[in-house]
């Protein structure tokens, strides 16, 4: 392979430190979108150094078998997200407000874009109120489209402990949501 | 709608501003420089100039264990060096054409003008070393005390390389108190 993968580059950069410059260079953007549909840009845009800073100091500890660092890349963001979780909180309920918008822009019968209205604001609760661990698995797992194995890589986690993670994350999701209309929404 | 799916419908982009990458950029590439600074050399670099470089890099090796750093020589068009770095410890030492930057080598100047102090951790086995690679012994190992308010007990030689310059070598061997 003439590409170096990114365990080699890491590899590299122990000996020669501007050699990780590269490693930005090929995952910043995914990461600064990833922040961003997390906690916002303003947060994102503030992150997104401090993250591969903290990466570049960590990097002896880097298990040189994985190939990508993306998803190492993800589990430091988990980590610098939790001190962001109110930021967090408010974007998900304005991106629930959004989402009933759009269904109810969707011209389709006046009741589902009540129940819209409804629903979301309730999975956005839902969302807030799962443990950290369960939460992160899901939204790594949901919006980021990682596999269990790279969920797994970025929270230092078996991948059975991945899957169990996700089914209790989605059964407390069920749970939380109940039968649609049939539950008050709970205010916040 | 499965709870998986309605979870996926509140993913949402954020806009960024175009700069937000090269931002991120500058700090980390500040932290890279931070790390590989220190690795750039001592703030103070002596430059010994010698007439013949080439003799002097392997004389300085053999006889007093220093090293050369391999990145630092330069070489003219025409093979010869122009200049080249030695280290030893943390410390460095440039070394240069004689009559360059004014600096005369005491072969032809007759005179010292300078000595260089080195630290090492055994001044007997150094001694020895030096010896056998020829050196000129200019004042033997001796210990001595100096100090002003505190005291210090070293032990040194003093040596002259191949074009006179002079080296003094010492071993920290320990405080004196003042009761001595």
Known sequence: ?188 | MKPLDLAKKLRREAAFEPAALDRGKAVLMAAIRQEVAPKRGPTIVPQVPYQDISAALSFLERAFGFREIPTARLVSADGVIDHAMVEFGDGVIGIGPHGHHGAISPKSGGIESQYISVYVDDVDAHYQRAVAAGVRIANGLRDYVWGDRTYEAHRTYEALDLEGHRWRFHQWIREVPQSE
């Not at chain 1, 580059?9 to 922040?35: K, N, Q, W």
């Not at chain 1, 570049?56 to 001190?83: C, H, M, Q, V």
């Not at chain 1, 962001?84 to 909180?89: F, L, S, T, V, Y």
């Open chain 1, 1 to 188: 392979m003439s590409f170096p993968s990114d365990a080699e580059v890491i590899g590299r950069s122990l000996g020669e430190p501007e050699a990780f410059g590269l490693i930005y260079d090929r995952h910043a953007a995914t990461v600064l979108r990833f922040l961003g549909r997390r906690a916002g840009a303003e947060v994102a845009e503030g992150l997104v150094g401090e993250l591969f800073r903290i990466a570049f100091e960590r990097r002896k500890t880097f298990d040189s078998n994985r190939p990508s660092a993306l998803p190492w890349l993800y589990g430091i963001g988990s980590n610098l997200l939790l001190k962001h979780r109110r930021g967090e909180a408010r974007r998900l309920r304005a991106s629930a407000r959004m989402a009933a918008g759009r269904e109810a822009a969707d011209g389709r019968a006046s009741a589902a874009a009540l129940d819209a209205r409804v629903l979301f604001p309730r999975v956005a609760d839902a969302i807030e109120s799962l443990p950290d661990g369960e939460r992160e698995a899901l939204l790594l797992f949901a919006w980021e489209d990682l596999s269990y194995q790279s969920v797994g890589e970025a929270l230092e986690l078996p991948i059975g402990t991945v899957r169990s993670r996700l089914n209790r994350a989605r059964a407390h999701l069920r749970e939380l949501l109940g039968p649609v209309g049939k539950r008050r929404v709970r205010s916040r």
